[in-house]
C-alpha cells in the first residue's frame, strides 16, 4: 500500500512540474514505472476528477480540481485578507510589486501578492513557488530557520539559475548570516535577470519565522542606496502580519 501511494505522488508531483501533458509512456519512462501501474493510477485519480485526460490524445494533465482544493485551504487561513490589504497599501505607496511566502520544504510559497495598476502581470500568485535559495523571500526565510534545517538545505546541490546565484553553501552561510546582521535580505538578480527583491521575514509572537514578505522590481529601480528605504518599509508591514497571527 505504501510503494502504491508512493508512484502516485511521485505521478502528481511529475504532472505539476511538467509544463505540458503527459501520455501513459512517458510517465512510465520518466518515473521507472511499469505502464500498468500507471495506467491504474491514472484512472483512479481521473475517477476523482485530480487528473484530466485529453480525449484526442489520451495524453494527461492535472485538473483544475487542485485550483478548488487551494481555494478551501486559503479561506481557512484567517488573516489572508488582512495580509493582502497591507501589501496592497505597500504596492500603492511605492509602486511596485510585492509578495507574501512561506516555507515548503527546499521552497517557498507564494502566499499572496500585490500589483501596481500599470504591471501587466496582475495575477493571483497563490501556490506558485521558487528556491529558498536564491530569492529574497526564501533567504529572508531561510536565514531564521533551525541550523538543522539550513545544514539540510545545503548539503543538497544548489542549481544555478543566473551568474549571480550562491551555489558555494560557506558563501551562502554568510550571506544568510548578513541577512540575520541587516534584518532583511536582497535578491541581486539571482533567480531572473533584470529582477531584484528586497525581503524581510515575518515572525510569530514566539519569535518563529513564519514566513516573509517582500519588494520585487526591474534591477535599474533598485540601487543599494534604496534596500533600507524598502526594507523599513516591509519591516512595518512584516510585524504588523506577526501580531495578526496571535
Known amino acids: ?22 501520455g501513459i509512456s512517458e510517465i512510465a519512462d520518466s518515473l521507472d514505472l511499469y505502464k500498468s501501474n500507471v495506467h491504474q493510477i491514472l484512472n483512479t485519480f ?8 485529453d480525449p484526442s490524445n489520451h495524453r494527461y494533465s492535472l485538473s483544475v480540481h487542485f485550483l478548488e482544493i487551494a481555494h478551501r485551504i486559503s479561506s481557512r487561513i484567517t488573516n ?39 504591471s501587466v502581470s496582475n495575477q493571483s500568485v497563490l ?13 529572508a526565510i531561510l536565514a531564521y530557520m533551525p541550523e538543522e534545517q539550513i545544514d539540510e538545505l545545503l548539503s543538497k546541490p544548489i542549481e544555478k539559475f543566473t551568474d549571480n546565484t550562491i551555489t558555494d553553501p560557506d558563501k551562502l552561510r554568510e550571506e544568510l548570516k548578513k541577512i540575520r ?35 520585487t522590481g526591474p534591477s535599474l529601480r533598485f540601487p543599494a542606496s534604496s534596500y533600507k528605504k524598502y526594507a523599513s518599509k ?11 497571527m496571535l
Do not use: W
Open 1 to 22: 500500500m505504501q510503494k502504491s501511494l508512493v508512484k502516485a505522488l511521485q505521478i502528481l508531483e511529475l504532472l505539476s512540474n511538467g509544463q505540458k501533458d503527459y
Open 46 to 53: 481521473e475517477q476523482f476528477n485530480y487528473v484530466r485526460k
Open 80 to 118: 489572508h485578507e488582512f495580509i493582502r490589504d497591507r501589501l496592497q497599501a505597500l504596492t500603492d505607496e511605492l509602486g511596485e510589486i510585492t509578495y507574501y511566502g512561506v516555507p515548503d520544504g527546499s521552497k517557498v510559497m507564494y502566499f499572496s501578492g500585490a500589483f501596481p495598476m500599470s
Open 127 to 139: 501556490g506558485m513557488t521558487a528556491p529558498l535559495v536564491c530569492t529574497g523571500i526564501g533567504k
Open 181 to 215: 546582521n541587516n534584518g532583511y535580505s536582497v535578491d541581486n538578480m539571482e533567480h531572473e535577470y533584470g529582477v531584484k527583491c528586497v525581503a524581510v521575514p515575518v515572525l510569530n509572537h514566539l519569535g518563529h519565522v513564519h514566513g516573509a514578505v517582500s519588494i
Open 234 to 244: 516591509l519591516q512595518n508591514v512584516a510585524v504588523q502580519i506577526g501580531q495578526s
